[in-house]
Protein backbone atom coordinates (compact mmCIF):
# COMPACT_ATOMS: atom_id res chain seq x y z
CA UNK A 1 0.00 0.00 0.00
CA UNK A 2 2.87 2.11 0.81
CA UNK A 3 4.24 1.73 -2.41
CA UNK A 4 1.82 3.32 -4.21
CA UNK A 5 2.71 6.60 -2.43
CA UNK A 6 6.64 6.34 -2.88
CA UNK A 7 6.28 5.92 -6.36
CA UNK A 8 3.88 8.73 -6.40
CA UNK A 9 6.56 10.97 -4.49
CA UNK A 10 9.04 9.93 -6.38
CA UNK A 11 7.32 10.89 -9.82
CA UNK A 12 6.49 14.43 -8.30
CA UNK A 13 9.78 14.78 -7.28
CA UNK A 14 11.85 13.95 -10.46
CA UNK A 15 9.22 15.36 -12.92
CA UNK A 16 8.89 18.75 -10.93
CA UNK A 17 13.02 18.94 -10.73
CA UNK A 18 12.46 18.49 -14.56
CA UNK A 19 10.12 20.81 -15.57
CA UNK A 20 11.35 23.26 -13.55
CA UNK A 21 15.19 23.00 -15.06
CA UNK A 22 13.48 22.90 -18.62
CA UNK A 23 11.61 25.79 -18.22
CA UNK A 24 14.10 27.93 -16.94
CA UNK A 25 16.36 26.91 -20.06
CA UNK A 26 13.29 27.51 -22.72
CA UNK A 27 11.58 29.98 -20.70
CA UNK A 28 13.53 32.72 -23.00
CA UNK A 29 16.04 33.00 -25.86
CA UNK A 30 18.63 35.12 -23.11
CA UNK A 31 18.30 32.08 -21.11
CA UNK A 32 18.50 29.04 -23.49
CA UNK A 33 21.74 31.25 -24.71
CA UNK A 34 23.27 31.57 -21.09
CA UNK A 35 22.53 27.42 -20.74
CA UNK A 36 24.43 26.84 -23.86
CA UNK A 37 27.63 29.38 -23.09
CA UNK A 38 27.54 27.44 -19.91
CA UNK A 39 28.02 23.73 -21.93
CA UNK A 40 30.75 25.94 -23.82
CA UNK A 41 32.40 27.05 -20.85
CA UNK A 42 32.22 23.37 -19.25
CA UNK A 43 34.17 21.96 -22.20
CA UNK A 44 32.43 18.77 -22.31
CA UNK A 45 30.91 18.54 -25.70
CA UNK A 46 32.94 20.36 -29.41
CA UNK A 47 32.38 23.70 -29.61
CA UNK A 48 30.22 23.35 -32.82
CA UNK A 49 27.70 21.12 -30.82
CA UNK A 50 27.05 23.08 -28.07
CA UNK A 51 23.75 24.24 -29.32
CA UNK A 52 22.42 20.76 -30.40
CA UNK A 53 23.58 19.32 -26.54
CA UNK A 54 21.51 22.19 -25.03
CA UNK A 55 18.45 21.22 -27.39
CA UNK A 56 18.94 17.75 -26.45
CA UNK A 57 19.21 18.02 -22.43
CA UNK A 58 15.86 20.73 -22.71
CA UNK A 59 13.84 17.87 -25.17
CA UNK A 60 15.17 15.05 -23.07
CA UNK A 61 14.45 16.67 -19.75
CA UNK A 62 10.73 17.30 -21.31
CA UNK A 63 10.04 13.92 -22.08
CA UNK A 64 10.82 12.64 -18.79
CA UNK A 65 7.82 15.18 -17.39
CA UNK A 66 5.70 13.85 -20.43
CA UNK A 67 6.85 9.73 -18.99
CA UNK A 68 6.38 10.49 -15.71
CA UNK A 69 2.77 12.21 -16.17
CA UNK A 70 1.32 8.82 -16.50
CA UNK A 71 1.87 5.26 -14.45
CA UNK A 72 1.65 3.31 -17.60
CA UNK A 73 5.44 5.38 -17.94
CA UNK A 74 6.37 5.86 -15.18
CA UNK A 75 9.67 3.52 -15.19
CA UNK A 76 10.96 4.70 -18.23
CA UNK A 77 10.45 8.32 -17.30
CA UNK A 78 12.50 7.05 -14.14
CA UNK A 79 14.96 5.45 -16.14
CA UNK A 80 15.78 8.02 -18.98
CA UNK A 81 16.02 10.52 -15.71
CA UNK A 82 18.52 8.58 -13.90
CA UNK A 83 20.35 8.14 -17.48
CA UNK A 84 20.00 11.97 -17.85
CA UNK A 85 21.42 12.58 -14.46
CA UNK A 86 24.26 10.27 -14.53
CA UNK A 87 25.36 12.36 -17.82
CA UNK A 88 24.68 15.47 -16.09
CA UNK A 89 26.89 13.98 -13.15
CA UNK A 90 30.20 13.00 -15.46
CA UNK A 91 30.30 16.03 -16.93
CA UNK A 92 30.06 17.86 -13.95
CA UNK A 93 32.92 15.32 -12.42
CA UNK A 94 35.17 16.47 -15.54
CA UNK A 95 34.33 20.33 -14.82
CA UNK A 96 35.03 19.99 -11.77
CA UNK A 97 38.45 18.02 -12.14
CA UNK A 98 39.52 19.99 -14.86
CA UNK A 99 39.33 23.35 -12.54
CA UNK A 100 36.86 25.04 -15.24
CA UNK A 101 35.43 27.52 -13.52
CA UNK A 102 31.78 26.66 -15.06
CA UNK A 103 28.80 27.75 -13.23
CA UNK A 104 25.62 25.77 -11.94
CA UNK A 105 22.71 26.99 -14.90
CA UNK A 106 20.66 23.75 -14.22
CA UNK A 107 17.51 25.56 -13.27
CA UNK A 108 18.01 28.29 -16.28
CA UNK A 109 19.68 30.66 -13.81
CA UNK A 110 23.06 31.23 -12.86
CA UNK A 111 23.67 29.92 -9.56
CA UNK A 112 27.03 28.81 -7.42
CA UNK A 113 30.17 27.09 -9.03
CA UNK A 114 29.81 23.68 -9.89
CA UNK A 115 31.28 21.02 -7.71
CA UNK A 116 30.76 18.33 -5.01
CA UNK A 117 27.18 19.43 -3.69
CA UNK A 118 26.09 19.34 -7.53
CA UNK A 119 27.27 15.55 -7.78
CA UNK A 120 25.21 14.98 -4.33
CA UNK A 121 21.90 16.56 -5.63
CA UNK A 122 22.49 14.41 -8.61
CA UNK A 123 23.07 11.03 -6.80
CA UNK A 124 20.14 12.12 -4.20
CA UNK A 125 17.97 12.01 -7.60
CA UNK A 126 19.08 9.15 -8.90
CA UNK A 127 18.34 7.48 -6.01
CA UNK A 128 14.94 9.09 -5.99
CA UNK A 129 14.56 7.58 -9.70
CA UNK A 130 15.43 3.58 -8.36
CA UNK A 131 13.38 4.22 -5.70
CA UNK A 132 10.44 5.00 -8.32
CA UNK A 133 11.55 2.23 -10.28
CA UNK A 134 11.24 -0.59 -7.14
CA UNK A 135 8.05 1.17 -6.01
CA UNK A 136 6.19 1.16 -9.61
CA UNK A 137 7.42 -2.45 -9.78
CA UNK A 138 6.92 -3.92 -6.68
CA UNK A 139 3.87 -2.32 -5.79
CA UNK A 140 0.48 -3.31 -5.62
CA UNK A 141 -1.88 -2.63 -8.54
CA UNK A 142 -3.83 0.00 -6.83
CA UNK A 143 -4.14 4.04 -7.25
CA UNK A 144 -5.08 5.77 -3.94
CA UNK A 145 -7.76 8.55 -3.82
CA UNK A 146 -6.23 12.34 -4.89
CA UNK A 147 -6.75 13.59 -1.45
CA UNK A 148 -4.87 10.76 0.30
CA UNK A 149 -2.53 11.95 -2.55
CA UNK A 150 -1.96 15.59 -1.10
CA UNK A 151 0.24 14.94 1.76
CA UNK A 152 2.60 13.16 -0.37
CA UNK A 153 2.52 15.78 -3.06
CA UNK A 154 3.11 18.71 -0.37
CA UNK A 155 6.06 17.15 0.63
CA UNK A 156 7.46 16.12 -2.41
CA UNK A 157 6.88 19.79 -3.78
CA UNK A 158 9.17 20.69 -0.11
CA UNK A 159 12.38 18.37 -1.41
CA UNK A 160 11.72 19.95 -5.46
CA UNK A 161 12.12 23.61 -3.72
CA UNK A 162 15.40 22.79 -1.67
CA UNK A 163 17.01 20.58 -4.45
CA UNK A 164 15.77 23.77 -6.69
CA UNK A 165 17.31 26.30 -4.58
CA UNK A 166 20.03 24.27 -3.03
CA UNK A 167 22.83 26.89 -4.29
CA UNK A 168 21.22 29.64 -2.62
CA UNK A 169 20.62 27.85 0.50
CA UNK A 170 24.68 27.37 0.35
CA UNK A 171 25.48 30.96 -0.23
CA UNK A 172 23.17 32.05 3.04
CA UNK A 173 25.67 29.98 5.00
CA UNK A 174 28.51 31.63 3.45
CA UNK A 175 29.33 34.51 5.08
CA UNK A 176 32.39 36.45 3.77
CA UNK A 177 35.65 36.98 5.94
CA UNK A 178 35.81 40.62 5.02
CA UNK A 179 34.91 42.86 7.37
CA UNK A 180 31.45 45.26 6.81
CA UNK A 181 31.29 42.80 3.49
CA UNK A 182 29.08 39.76 5.48
CA UNK A 183 26.14 38.09 3.18
CA UNK A 184 23.48 39.59 5.70
Known amino acids: MGLAYLEFGCRVI ?43 VCIV ?8 VSGFTAVVGFVVGSALLAVFSAAILRTVRSGVGARCHCFGFRSGRLGIRHLYRNGFLMAVCAAGVLAATAGPD ?9 PVTLLALVAVALLVFMD ?17
Request: positive net charge; glycine residues 10%.
Open 14 to 56: IGMVFLVSSAGKVGSPARFADFRSEIAAMRVVPAGLTRAAAAS
Open 61 to 68: EIAVVGLL
Open 142 to 150: WTPAWVDLL
Open 168 to 184: DLVDLRRVDATPGRGRF
